[in-house]
């Protein structure tokens, strides 16, 4: 049976003030009418049915979650006690399925990710599933369109299977990379990004975390063994304390013999910043994107989102302004990467920090 | 008898979005904790007693005025029907005045200038004071600290009395000039800038009104002989309507020939824009004025007005930015002028205009 485990724990600093701890950016609504964890619910229900979509998110977010999809059975919402990066998420998505479902093939997909091609996504996760059969832990790897510094890259081997066409052996996981080496990477053309979308056995990835972590492995075991009882919330809160945070690329993968890729056929946009919107929407004549209310007199390349309080400027270019009504964000666009530093300011602000963070 | 009106009938556009209509810079806190209105009524208190201090202001303000000023008598706000500029407005005071003091000499003060030193603003009215016993009209100058552009200017002639040191007869008002004049009066030290505050007698100014607006005369004694009357509201309506709107300035005092000059011993700002807040508050160590809450990363010489929502920045420089919690502005400090073309954008969008002007 194919499972899909959508990680929606993340807090989106970088999408701050718009994302909060409350309201994260995967539960907004960004390009789209629905918000992205609802559009991440559409996508995954092109792959399977209802019943074996599973959500991993953090406690505190699970009722606007079970709010926004309610089609998703409530059972299949699991809660983070602590946020433990995602080797901890995956691993304990995975005992929830290995439960239910030995023979699972599960799709791990962030909430966060715009795609709008559904076709071309369906049919490149039919691919890794083809390599997840065959015992691959599968990365779906995304063609970069230009030079980024801000994503971690997969240098691709030769061909696996000749059947089946796009999939590739690892060679290797690199970190972001400076711009030159992008740059080569860009040129080169064996290099994808990486994009945090994986397909795999329920059992190859439990095998995974028992080579390669096996501390989280006996934690699981602990946890996977509590399920039913009445005192797993508490066993799992004890287990999860002791985790490191430690991410599936940098626990597993990165370190795994069977890994491949599968390059991803569709559009992709993980909305790393505010300046991921610039591929989002439409800009004005004078290379302005407006969200919201906004007036504005010789402006130009600038990202207005006003839709919960009006944005107005005069003579400004190339700045981010967001205005959220109890606060507004001025941000040089070059500088969009502060955003999590300015954040983590606010939270040292005592009086500020309770209603802005 | 000394009476004092204060002109508290502005809209302070070039204030957009702390200024509304409901609510102008003159009943608003800059730079103090009570309001300039509340600031000025200190001022006008002394030079004289509350039940002959008037207020001008235009109707829709009179509730609001009152409760800022309660211990001024209520009978004591005059309330224009129509913005007739201050011609009109100082007539119609003028007279409500004469009909209960024959020989009052009368102070004409805005309601939004900022002046601190209140000893040597009452010595200058003082001298002024003399002057109009004289049957001068007399304006008040403020001796240039720069060669500002955005202010009209008066030419000073020869010193007029022997006992009254700073008394100085008008050879000319001058409009506004380019950078170049205004560096040259700013020079010669023969000008002053036009304050826009007067002091005469309650009958020189009527005669002056005879002699040079017939018109506003002529509604001025309609209106005057119907105050006692229940008809007097409809009586003024119906004058206002038909008056022309000109500044006593241009309709008075540059056609009058018994003009003169004292000139002003005090600090004084008109808060003209948002620029002006660089003289009444305190700069950071960046260069930024901040008043309200505010967090930012490598932000300097901007001016952060963010006393109903806060303010967050990154990199960003030599800007204003205000944010009311209902809209937030964002101006190049350069572009200050355009504030008042912005509310008139936004005057004509329906859906804002209702609520942001």
Known sequence: MLNVV???????????????EKSPKQLLSIGSKDTMLQET??????????????????????EEIHKQVSHIPKENIINEPFA???AAAIGLANIVIHKRDKDSITVVLPADH?????GQFKKTITTACIAAEERHLVTIGIKPSYPETGYGYIHRGDKIGSDTPGIFKVVEFREKPDLKTAEEYFKEGEYYWNSGMFVWTTK??????????????????????????SLSDEIIKGEYEKLEKISIDYGVMEKAENVSVVEGLFDWNDVGSWLALEKVYEKDDDGNIVVGDYIG?????????GDKSPITTIGVSDLIIVNTGDVVLVCKKTEAQKVKKL?????????LSLTLS
Chains 1, 2 share one sequence.
Request: glycine share 6%.
């Open 297 to 305: 007199i010789d402006t130009s390349n600038c990202i207005l989102i």
């Open 114 to 118: 715009i795609i709008k091609d559904i």
């Open 343 to 351: 954040l983590e300011n606010i939270k040292q602000n005592k009086k």
């Open 84 to 86: 433990r990066n995602t």
């Open 41 to 62: 619910v559409k996508r995954a229900q092109a792959l399977t049915s209802l019943e074996n979509i599973f959500i991993v998110t953090r406690i505190g977010l699970e």
């Open 204 to 229: 190859c990835i439990e095998e995974a975390f028992k080579k390669h972590m096996p501390e989280l492995y006996k934690a699981l075991k602990v946890i996977g063994n509590s399920l039913s009882s």
């Open 6 to 20: 959508i990680m929606a724990g993340g807090s989106g600093e970088r999408f701050w003030p718009k994302s909060r």
